[in-house]
């Protein structure tokens, strides 16, 4: 099935650890993006790509980092110096001509 | 910054009834617009885009947008309790390719 895999669904991380959250589509999607979504609040964007070897910083890039080596994939790695890293991470790809975005599961991220 | 405002509700109608949903954007340049569905605990899954003025209807479902009033609304036909979940209303601004989103609002629709 075409779509958007992101794993893993939960992960618990300890205060000052890094870690990286996946996302793979096989939609044939130029343009990925990752949000961020918080309790009753909308989704900010964090970071997101047109194409491959490329990325721009979103509105809250802070304390994060991405890679995009291939097109089908684009880890988001939440380091440890993002301040409040608990939070629901949704990954996206674009279609071309329409603009829509479709998301994966979700993966989400509890600092303990 | 590019805003995206929406109600955040919550918005209660019993079941049959039409729900209406309301977003304002503040960049005029916008050119697509769109609406996810969140159910609790859920990823958004995209209900409808509209790109020009005027309305678009799909089964119980109508978006109606307006630029020059810089509004899109959502109407839900026949609302039945399933539809019960937190609607969020995304621009793309003229000047970018990210979808920005407004913070959604949630709808109960009562059986």
């Known amino acids: 099935d075409g779509g958007i895999t992101q794993s893993p669904k939960y992960l618990f991380r300890k205060e000052g650890q890094n870690v990286t959250l996946s996302c793979e589509q096989n939609?044939?999607?130029?343009?990925m993006y990752w949000y961020r979504q918080d309790p009753g609040q909308g989704l900010r964007l964090i970071y997101y790509?047109?194409?491959?070897?490329?990325?721009q910083k979103g509105d809250i890039a802070e304390g994060y980092s991405v890679s995009r080596e291939k097109k089908e994939s684009f880890p988001l790695t939440v380091t440890s110096a993002q301040k409040n890293p608990t939070a629901f991470y949704l990954c996206?790809?674009?279609?071309?001509?329409?603009?829509?975005?479709?998301f994966g599961e979700g993966s989400r991220l509890t600092v303990l | 910054q590019k805003e995206v405002e929406q109600n955040s509700g919550p918005l209660s109608v019993p079941e049959g009834a039409i729900a209406s949903l309301n977003c304002t954007y503040s960049?005029?340049?916008?050119?697509?617009f769109f609406w996810y569905r969140q159910y609790s605990g859920k990823s958004p899954e995209l209900i409808m885009s509209?790109?020009?003025?005027g309305d678009k209807e799909d089964g119980r479902f109508t978006a109606q947008l307006n630029k020059a009033s810089q509004y899109v609304s959502l109407l839900i036909r026949d609302s039945q309790p399933s539809d019960s979940a937190t609607y969020l209303c995304?621009?793309?601004?003229?000047?970018?390719?990210?979808?920005?989103f407004g913070k959604g609002t949630t709808l109960s629709v009562s059986s």
């Open positions: 996206a790809s674009q279609g071309q001509n329409t603009g829509e975005l479709f």
């Open positions: 939609l044939n999607h130029d343009a």
């Open positions: 790509s047109q194409i491959v070897n490329d990325f």
């Open positions: 960049d005029r340049g916008s050119q697509s």
């Open positions: 509209i790109y020009s003025n």
């Open positions: 995304a621009v793309i601004s003229q000047a970018g390719t990210a979808l920005i």
